[in-house]
C-alpha cells in the first residue's frame, strides 16, 4: 500500500541521502574528535540555524554520524512530508472517534494507513547485520565535565514482563552512558529515566518477580522510530504503530536470545537490567542548563551490539535552550495538536516553555465558568484545571503554572510569553491566588528542590476585569524593569536559607515603605543586568533556579487558614544557591578549533 508515499526511509542512510539531494545537509570531512569538538560543532550549527551535518571521520571510530536532523521545523516537515497531515488527522481521530462516523470516506485512507503502521516481526536477523563493542560506537562526549560519552538520541525498549509482546512494550528516549565512572567497558553502560516513564513501570514488575528486565537500546533507523520514542502518545496506541504510521513503513523486528531487535536500525544494544542493580551516572549536561549530577541509576549488562552496513549514528546535544530538542516539541505540538485540551475539560491550551527549560514553567489558558452570578470574580474552575494539568503525565513534573481565563481576553495564548505574563500580573490578587503544593515531585533533573525528585509546586491563577497599570520602565545601579510589572534586583550572594528568610524580612520591611505602584514580582538575582538582557534570561533563571515552597516570599506577608499571600508584590529569589548544579560552559580552546573546522565549509 506504499501509492500513498513516494519517500520511505528504511535507514539513516537513506534520510541523510534524501536530505543532501534536496540541499538540507552539509558533510565535515576533515577528522573531528568525539571528546567535545562534534558536539561543539553541533551547538555552531544550531545557533545560526544550519543544516544536518554528516561526520564522515570521527577520530578512533570507523563509523559515520549525523547530527542536527531536526534542528529546524521545517527540515523536520521534510523528512515527513508524506505522511505529516494524515498522521495529524490520526491522532484528531484517536482524540474524536466521532469525527470517522461524520466522515467516513476522508477518513477511509487514515484506516488504512493505521492498518500498515501494525509492526511486523521478520523471522530472523537480516544478513546485513553484525556484531560490534562499545568501545566501537562513536563515543561522544558533549559537555567538559560530563561523566563520559552518551548516548543522545535513543529508543529504549522494554516489555511488560508480565505480558510481553511488541504490543505491550514501551520506547522511549532514556539517555545512555556508555563509558566512564565505575561501568566495565563493553561490559556495563547506564540508562538513566525519569519518574513516570513507562520502562520504570516494567522494571518493577520485573523486580516483583525477582527477574532481568531484558532491554533493547536502538539508535538511528528510520527517523519516525527516534521521534515515537519522544512522542507523548494517547493511552493505547503504541510507538512501534506510530512510527510505522509517521513512517509509511511498518516497524519490523525479530528476537534473537530473547531480545526484541529492531532490524531496521543502524545500530541495537541488548543487555539486561537486574533487580537494585545501580551504579553512578553522570554528571551530564542537561536541557534545564546545568549539568545534572551524579546519581545511582540502573546498570545494563550488555548482551551483545548490533550493527547494520553502512550504519550512521544520530546524534544531538543538549544545553541552555533553546537547542535540537526546543524542534521535537515543536513537532509534536504541531502534530499533537490539540490532543492534552481533548483530555482536560475546559482547557484551551497549555504552554511548557523551552526557555525555562521546559518543566520549570507552564503557562495555560483555561475557561471559568462556575458560579457565573458571583459579585467578586475570582478563580475556580481554573484552579480545578490546573490541578487536573499537575497530574498528567510529564506535566506533573511542572514548579510553577500561571493559568489565565480565555473569557477576559478572548485574543491571548500562552505562546505569547510577555503578554500573558502581562495579563496575569494585570489581574492577579497575591492576597487569594497563589496556591502551593508543597513536598511534591519535580523533575529529576531540576537541582532547585530539595533532593532527587523532590521539590514544590505553585499554581497562581488569575481572573476577572484588569486591576492595574503596570510599571513599564525603571532601572538604577541595583534593579531595573525585566517585563512590565517586574523587576530584576541584585543582592548578596546566597549562603543559607536560614540568612535568606531574615535578609529578605528586612527587605520586605524596607520595601513595604516605598511607592511599588505597578510592581507586582520582584525577581532576586547575583546579576540584575544578565535577567534584563533579554525574556529568555529572565525565564531562565527565574525559574530553574527557584523552588517555589521555599523561594517564595512577598512584601507584607501572612498566613491565614493555612493559606499564604502577601499584601505587597511577590519576590522569588532566583540567587544561585549552594545545592544548585553548575552551568554549562564551553570549552574555549575547543571552540578555536571549531572555528578552524567551519571556515572551511
Known amino acids: 500500500?506504499?501509492?500513498?508515499?513516494?519517500?520511505?526511509?528504511?535507514?539513516?542512510?537513506?534520510?541523510?541521502?534524501?536530505?543532501?539531494?534536496?540541499?538540507?545537509?552539509?558533510?565535515?570531512?576533515?577528522?573531528?574528535?568525539?571528546?567535545?569538538?562534534?558536539?561543539?560543532?553541533?551547538?555552531?550549527?544550531?545557533?545560526?540555524?544550519?543544516?544536518?551535518?554528516?561526520?564522515?571521520?570521527?577520530?578512533?571510530?570507523?563509523?559515520?554520524?549525523?547530527?542536527?536532523?531536526?534542528?529546524?521545523?521545517?527540515?523536520?516537515?521534510?523528512?515527513?512530508?508524506?505522511?505529516?497531515?494524515?498522521?495529524?488527522?490520526?491522532?484528531?481521530?484517536?482524540?474524536?472517534?466521532?469525527?470517522?462516523?461524520?466522515?467516513?470516506?476522508?477518513?477511509?485512507?487514515?484506516?488504512?494507513?493505521?492498518?500498515?503502521?501494525?509492526?511486523?516481526?521478520?523471522?530472523?536477523?537480516?544478513?546485513?547485520?553484525?556484531?560490534?563493542?562499545?568501545?566501537?560506537?562513536?563515543?561522544?562526549?558533549?559537555?567538559?565535565?560530563?561523566?563520559?560519552?552518551?548516548?543522545?538520541?535513543?529508543?529504549?525498549?522494554?516489555?511488560?514482563?508480565?505480558?510481553?509482546?511488541?504490543?505491550?512494550?514501551?520506547?522511549?528516549?532514556?539517555?545512555?552512558?556508555?563509558?566512564?565512572?565505575?561501568?566495565?567497558?563493553?561490559?556495563?553502560?547506564?540508562?538513566?529515566?525519569?519518574?513516570?516513564?513507562?520502562?520504570?513501570?516494567?522494571?518493577?514488575?520485573?523486580?516483583?518477580?525477582?527477574?532481568?528486565?531484558?532491554?533493547?537500546?536502538?539508535?538511528?533507523?528510520?527517523?519516525?522510530?527516534?521521534?515515537?520514542?519522544?512522542?507523548?502518545?494517547?493511552?493505547?496506541?503504541?510507538?512501534?504503530?506510530?512510527?510505522?504510521?509517521?513512517?509509511?513503513?511498518?516497524?519490523?523486528?525479530?528476537?534473537?536470545?530473547?531480545?526484541?531487535?529492531?532490524?531496521?536500525?543502524?545500530?541495537?544494544?541488548?543487555?539486561?537490567?537486574?533487580?537494585?542493580?545501580?551504579?553512578?551516572?553522570?554528571?551530564?549536561?542537561?536541557?534545564?542548563?546545568?549539568?545534572?549530577?551524579?546519581?545511582?541509576?540502573?546498570?545494563?549488562?550488555?548482551?551483545?551490539?548490533?550493527?547494520?552496513?553502512?550504519?550512521?549514528w544520530p546524534f544531538t546535544v543538549v544545553g541552555r535552550p533553546p537547542q535540537e530538542d526546543t524542534q521535537f516539541g515543536a513537532l509534536i505540538h504541531k502534530l499533537a495538536g490539540s490532543a492534552i485540551q481533548t483530555e482536560i475539560p475546559g482547557l484551551h491550551e497549555v504552554n511548557a516553555v523551552d526557555a525555562a527549560g521546559v518543566h520549570p514553567l507552564l503557562l495555560a489558558v483555561g475557561s471559568e465558568r462556575y458560579t457565573p452570578y458571583q459579585e467578586v470574580k475570582q478563580p475556580q474552575e481554573l484552579l480545578t484545571i490546573a490541578n487536573h494539568i499537575l497530574g498528567k503525565g510529564q506535566l506533573s513534573l511542572a514548579k510553577y503554572l500561571f493559568i489565565s481565563n480565555k473569557t477576559d481576553a478572548p485574543e491571548l495564548s500562552c505562546d505569547n510569553i510577555e503578554a500573558h505574563f502581562t495579563h496575569i500580573l494585570e489581574r492577579v490578587d497575591w492576597t487569594r491566588d497563589i496556591h502551593f503544593q508543597t513536598k511534591t515531585t519535580i523533575d529529576t533533573l531540576d537541582y532547585s528542590g530539595t533532593g532527587i525528585n523532590q521539590g514544590s509546586k505553585v499554581v497562581i491563577a488569575a481572573v476577572g476585569e484588569k486591576k492595574r497599570e503596570l510599571l513599564g520602565s525603571n532601572s538604577d545601579e541595583n534593579s531595573g524593569t525585566v517585563i512590565p510589572g517586574v523587576i530584576a534586583m541584585n543582592t548578596q550572594a546566597f549562603t543559607t536559607y536560614e540568612n535568606a528568610e531574615k535578609e529578605i524580612e528586612t527587605l520586605s520591611t524596607s520595601l513595604s515603605s516605598e511607592n511599588l505602584d505597578g510592581i507586582m514580582l520582584i525577581v532576586l538575582t547575583d546579576d540584575a543586568s544578565f535577567i534584563e538582557e533579554s525574556l529568555n534570561n529572565f525565564l531562565w533563571t527565574t525559574f530553574t533556579r527557584s523552588n517555589p515552597a521555599k523561594d517564595i516570599y512577598g512584601v507584607d506577608s501572612f498566613i491565614e487558614h493555612k493559606h499564604w499571600g502577601c499584601n505587597g508584590p511577590l519576590i522569588i529569589d532566583a540567587r544561585k544557591k549552594p545545592h544548585h548544579a553548575p552551568d554549562l560552559i564551553k570549552d574555549v580552546e575547543v571552540e578555536k578549533r571549531v572555528d578552524e573546522i567551519l571556515k572551511n565549509i
Not at 544536518?52 to 527540515?75: H, P, Q, W, Y
Not at 511486523?120 to 562513536?138: A, F, G, N, Q, R
Not at 504490543?167 to 561501568?183: E, T, V, W
Not at 519522544?230 to 530473547?258: C, I, Q, W
Request: glycine fraction near 8%; aromatic fraction near 10%.
Open 1 to 312: 500500500m506504499h501509492y500513498l508515499y513516494s519517500v520511505i526511509y528504511k535507514s539513516t542512510l537513506d534520510c541523510v541521502n534524501d536530505l543532501e539531494k534536496n540541499d538540507h545537509l552539509i558533510r565535515i570531512k576533515e577528522e573531528v574528535d568525539p571528546n567535545l569538538e562534534m558536539a561543539a560543532i553541533q551547538l555552531r550549527v544550531f545557533e545560526q540555524g544550519g543544516k544536518a551535518v554528516l561526520f564522515e571521520n570521527i577520530k578512533g571510530c570507523d563509523f559515520m554520524a549525523v547530527s542536527n536532523l531536526f534542528g529546524t521545523l521545517e527540515r523536520s516537515e521534510f523528512i515527513f512530508r508524506n505522511t505529516f497531515k494524515k498522521v495529524q488527522q490520526l491522532i484528531e481521530l484517536k482524540n474524536d472517534p466521532l469525527k470517522a462516523i461524520k466522515s467516513p470516506i476522508k477518513n477511509f485512507s487514515l484506516g488504512l494507513m493505521a492498518k500498515n503502521a501494525l509492526p511486523k516481526k521478520v523471522s530472523s536477523l537480516p544478513s546485513y547485520m553484525k556484531e560490534t563493542t562499545i568501545d566501537k560506537l562513536p563515543l561522544i562526549k558533549c559537555w567538559p565535565n560530563d561523566g563520559g560519552a552518551f548516548v543522545t538520541l535513543p529508543q529504549v525498549y522494554s516489555e511488560d514482563p508480565t505480558k510481553e509482546g511488541v504490543m505491550n512494550s514501551n520506547l522511549g528516549m532514556y539517555r545512555i552512558q556508555l563509558d566512564g565512572n565505575d561501568y566495565k567497558l563493553n561490559e556495563e553502560i547506564g540508562v538513566h529515566y525519569q519518574i513516570h516513564r513507562g520502562i520504570g513501570v516494567h522494571q518493577t514488575k520485573a523486580n516483583e518477580l525477582g527477574k532481568p528486565l531484558k532491554v533493547s537500546i536502538f539508535v538511528g533507523g528510520p527517523p519516525a522510530h527516534t521521534l515515537a520514542a519522544v512522542m507523548p502518545l494517547p493511552e493505547g496506541l503504541s510507538e512501534m504503530t506510530f512510527a510505522g504510521a509517521l513512517g509509511a513503513n511498518r516497524f519490523k523486528h525479530t528476537y534473537v536470545d530473547g531480545y526484541c531487535i529492531a532490524t531496521e536500525a543502524d545500530f541495537v544494544i541488548t543487555g539486561e537490567i537486574h533487580p537494585n542493580d545501580t551504579k553512578p551516572e553522570g554528571p551530564f549536561g542537561d536541557h534545564l542548563g546545568y549539568y545534572s549530577l551524579t546519581h545511582k541509576f540502573p546498570v545494563l549488562k550488555v548482551h551483545k551490539v548490533y550493527h547494520r552496513e553502512n550504519a550512521i
